[in-house]
C-alpha cells in the first residue's frame, strides 16, 4: 500500500475488555477464532486525533492534499472523526463515505490512488473513489445475528432469543451427533459453537446430549 501512497488509520477491536488496533496487534484470524468461541468483541471507531496525525504526516511527507475514503457511515463513526480532524489538518482533506466496507471500499481506495498517481487533483480523486465504492455491492452471509444484535446493527426482535441452533452435522442425517454444544443460563436449550441460528424448539444440538 505505501507504494500507492496509501495509509491505514486502523480500527479498534476490543476483545473481552482488551483494546487492539485492526491488523497491527489483531488479525482476522484472532478474531474470527473469538467470534467463534462466543467471546465478547467490539469495535470502536478512531479518534480524530489519530486521523489528524495521518493528516499532518501526509503534509510532513510532502503532500498538498489528502483523499480520506471510510467504512460507511451507516455501520461506524469513522466519517465524522474524519471529518472533525480534517477540519484542523493543515492541507485540505476530501473525506469520503464510502456507502460500503471489505474489499469493495477497498477497491475504491485502490482506484482512487491510481488516478492520484496519474496526477489528478483531489476532488476529481475523490470523485472517482466515491464512484467506485457506488458500482460495487457487498453480500455477506453469517452464521448467527447474535454478534449483530450485540453490536447494536439488529434489533433484539431480529435475532431469535435464545438462539436456537441445530448441528451442522447432523442435517440431513438420521441422528444428530454429541459436540461440544453449552447450556444456555437458566435455559434448557444449547449454544452451537459454529452459531447456526434456527428459530426452531426442537434444536439437534440438545436431543444430541
Given at each position: 500500500m505505501a507504494s500507492h501512497g496509501i495509509a491505514v488509520v486502523p480500527l479498534h477491536v476490543v476483545l473481552g475488555?482488551?483494546?487492539?488496533?485492526?491488523?497491527?496487534?489483531f488479525t482476522t484470524p484472532e478474531l474470527a477464532a473469538a467470534?467463534?468461541?462466543?467471546?465478547?468483541?467490539?469495535?470502536?471507531?478512531?479518534?480524530?486525533?489519530?486521523?489528524?496525525?495521518?493528516?499532518?504526516?501526509?503534509?510532513a511527507g510532502?503532500?498538498?492534499?489528502?483523499?480520506?475514503?471510510?467504512?460507511s457511515s451507516d455501520m461506524s463513526g469513522t466519517v465524522g472523526s474524519a471529518m472533525l480532524a480534517a477540519s484542523q489538518s493543515p492541507i485540505p482533506v476530501e473525506v469520503v463515505?464510502?456507502?460500503s466496507v471489505g474489499m469493495a471500499m477497498g477497491y475504491a481506495v485502490l482506484s482512487a490512488a491510481v488516478a492520484a498517481q496519474r496526477g489528478q487533483d483531489a476532488k476529481t480523486v475523490a470523485a472517482?473513489?466515491?464512484?467506485?465504492?457506488?458500482?460495487?455491492?457487498?453480500?455477506?452471509?453469517?452464521?448467527t445475528l447474535e454478534h449483530l444484535r450485540r453490536g447494536g446493527r439488529i434489533g433484539a426482535a431480529s435475532a431469535p432469543w435464545p438462539p436456537w441452533s441445530i448441528c451442522a452435522a447432523a442435517?440431513?442425517?438420521?441422528?444428530?451427533?454429541?459436540?461440544?454444544?453449552?447450556?444456555?443460563?437458566s435455559s434448557p436449550y444449547w449454544?452451537?459453537?459454529?452459531?447456526?441460528?434456527?428459530?426452531?424448539?426442537?434444536?439437534?444440538?440438545r436431543l444430541a446430549h
Open positions: 475488555g482488551q483494546e487492539y488496533s485492526e491488523g497491527v496487534d467470534l467463534r468461541k462466543f467471546t465478547k468483541v467490539s469495535t470502536s471507531r478512531p479518534s480524530p486525533q489519530a486521523f489528524l496525525d495521518a493528516y499532518e504526516a501526509a503534509a510532502g503532500a498538498d492534499a489528502v483523499v480520506s475514503v471510510h467504512i463515505d464510502s456507502r472517482i473513489a466515491t464512484a467506485r465504492a457506488r458500482a460495487s455491492t457487498v453480500i455477506f452471509y453469517v452464521a442435517v440431513g442425517s438420521e441422528r444428530p451427533r454429541p459436540c461440544s454444544a453449552q447450556r444456555w443460563p449454544r452451537c459453537p459454529t452459531g447456526t441460528s434456527i428459530r426452531s424448539r426442537r434444536c439437534a444440538r
